[in-house]
């Protein structure tokens, strides 16, 4: 009905206004557009966070008579959406600034909290928050494999500082200075900053190497398994349902 | 029949005429191979031009008797022919430079366009086409991976330029520098042009790294998935029916 | 009762310890902390060197009451602890030490053994020790993937020698050089301290380039699959048995 | 009995051939080794030339006995397995260096055949032998995701080289340039050598970094079914049979 077209539009412009505000966010980083254009940027952010903070008064209100808080009590239902995902989120897009428009703070760090406003946008795709979803249910397995992945970079680290620190003090003189050249090998980056030089170290490499393409393994095989999973079931409920 | 035979000589001289094209695209944009045998490719391209027009135009007349627009009228099996991926392709594949004929224009842009005639060879290989399926079918969730990852790396870059715009003022001085950073970082690149040499931009890449290698498993869940579940079925019917 | 609180606080204490141990490893490298709290990096690890040395003896004199071990005789269930990939790494945690202790040796290996206490740590998580597991039961498919990999990179290695030796001896000159790019590549890794700068030998890279990317799906398809065995299975025993 | 005990030393002593003329190829490769043990290496090249080339006569000659080939007459057996890939990686061990004996050619080529007896590994692990399989069977999609990647290639260089071709006239002034960068780009390899520099090539490599990756799920989704699928298939059995 009517009501549907008018929350249709409404979902658009609040679209609209969260890209707006990113890239208002990101341009108004570079000086000479800042120098220019500070006073539109200015507005956009003034206007966006009066919108954003409507927004998020009017979700916390309204929060008892959306679907998954249905049958709960009024408070109940606004505490829920409060520490859901998506409230933090609409709480993190809004709070910092009020407080930064109470006190005076350093830009950069509102930025990253401005950045965090993208995330508002998952509400509209079904497509990206059944996406987020998999990754929060498989939340442990996916922490286990940053655990196992650090725990090997400690190694890794501790045994190239040992084959390297004397010939390149400078880049692997310190644990924490091979521990970045682990991370960044065994996620297969390979920025190039920190590179072994001795065959000892060449040898290490290869090891942290294939020991970070095994790894890689698991985060995916855990989420093509979750979807597998989660497919499988769909498919039985449909075929013996 | 006689008619296999030859439609099967037509298919293999399109295939070769296309590769000839990209090769001599790719050659004609060397000076030196461009001066010396800049005729040859000047009527390389003429000759290709012609039979990709020819075959554009067969290919629209001749719709309606082809097998996925059979039972549609002729209009219809045209209007439906020239709006399919292969139509587009054939279309793009010629019409830029019948406009580039009448109005001159740059070189350059033309050659993107006539690089696009690659993607006519898929018509001829069906596990390439069937590949293309798949991304195609999953184009939803592929595209949510793709904002999912842009989102992450929209913070990832706020928090960065948060880090080391004072101490690296010229390649992490702007958001969008640093978002430069942030997308060849999540997608496991790692040129090494822009490296963060602060401790807490090294935490915050370290983080990225992490987020980059969750971020990756997701097509390829995806993906996997697809592939799995399409034989799956094909397996289920065989077996049950 | 009182028995699973105190085990709860034993094991948080024993984690707490691990996590100390490993920050003080790293920060003990750097020569400026070293200097300054040495006596702290001293006393941790002594204090901790206790600590794991009197969990390593209760653990194996409390072997036959352990779940694994249950219907063994004391000995038996003893040997086996000492032997099992958990019982290892907590020996490897202390053994090194005591050595050390009685022979004075280079202070960097000991690090490396140091930083082994990590593993220690999976005891205390189900979803690490299960993904450990899977890598563990996968050994023989993942060294298999290992070899072939190798494989690859002798003879992608070998080619390259000979594409590109004359052109840049001192980075490709002999084929263990050689080697070092083939492995960095066929890792996705890409340092970029060794790039090829001939044509032949950019082609000799795309083959491996492409190469690479077919063999990294070898490990991702192995672990992908017994994720989804293990699953299948469990669902099959839960749906039929 | 006896016979399998022989066999296994056999086995064992043919693997260890392998592995130190693939040692003694890449050692001999470095000038300063090649000096002073070049006796060595030349009489292990001889003496392994000589094993190998008995070993292919026999295997040529005992083919029929041999199990896939038991019920072929003699004749077929042997070119059966003369045209096998173990029979060619067997032929391809040898073959050249007769002919280098007979001719003299250059070392550089030579080495890479050496490098091929790597493959004659394969015969003696299960696990290598059957991924190679997966790969083998897969063959028709795995060259249709290169082919793919190869035209995405084309197309993002083209685009690339429109971007950057005048501020970067060295490195991708020409369109095989340019597809070296995007070749190294799409395999998430990221050399560093050649890196955009403007807005519209970063924005054309952020593009292209995105397709990179989700190119890169297709083989992983490929090989991940075709393991999964034959397990499937194995339970299938198993549990039905």
């Known amino acids: 009905g009517v009501g549907d077209g008018a929350s249709r539009l409404v979902d658009r412009l609040l679209m609209a206004v969260i890209v707006v505000n ?41 929060a008892p008579e959306h679907l998954p808080y249905h049958r709960l009590g009024a408070t109940r239902a606004r505490v829920r959406y409060a520490l859901s995902a998506a409230g933090l989120v609409d709480l ?14 350093e830009l950069r760090v509102l930025q990253v909290f401005r950045m965090v406003r993208f ?9 990206m928050r059944s996406l987020l979803d998999v990754l929060y249910r498989e939340r442990r397995a996916l922490i286990g494999c940053v655990v196992i992945t650090l725990g090997t970079a400690v190694v890794a680290a501790a045994a190239m500082h040992l084959a390297e620190a004397r010939v390149q003090p400078d880049k692997l003189g310190t644990i924490p200075q091979a521990l970045w050249w682990a991370i960044v090998t065994l996620g297969t980056i390979g920025y190039g900053d920190v590179v072994p030089i001795t065959v000892a170290g060449k040898i290490i490499a ?23 999973d989660e497919i499988h079931r769909r498919n039985f409920i449909v075929t013996w349902g």
Chains 1, 2, 3, 4 share one sequence.
Do not use: C, H, Q
Request: glycine share 4%.
């Open 22 to 62: 990113l890239v208002a966010v990101a341009l108004e980083s570079v000086p000479e557009y800042s120098e220019r254009y500070g006073v539109v940027f200015g507005l956009i952010e003034d206007v966006s966070l009066v919108i954003f903070t409507v927004e998020y008064v009017l979700r916390l209100w309204a």
């Open 92 to 105: 993190i897009a809004v709070l910092p600034f009020w407080f930064a428009f109470l006190v005076p703070s």
């Open 119 to 127: 995330f508002k946008i998952a509400r509209y795709s079904p497509a």
């Open 206 to 228: 290869t090891v942290t190497i294939f020991l970070g393409l095994i790894m890689m393994a698991l985060p995916v095989g855990i989420i093509a398994t979750a979807f597998a």
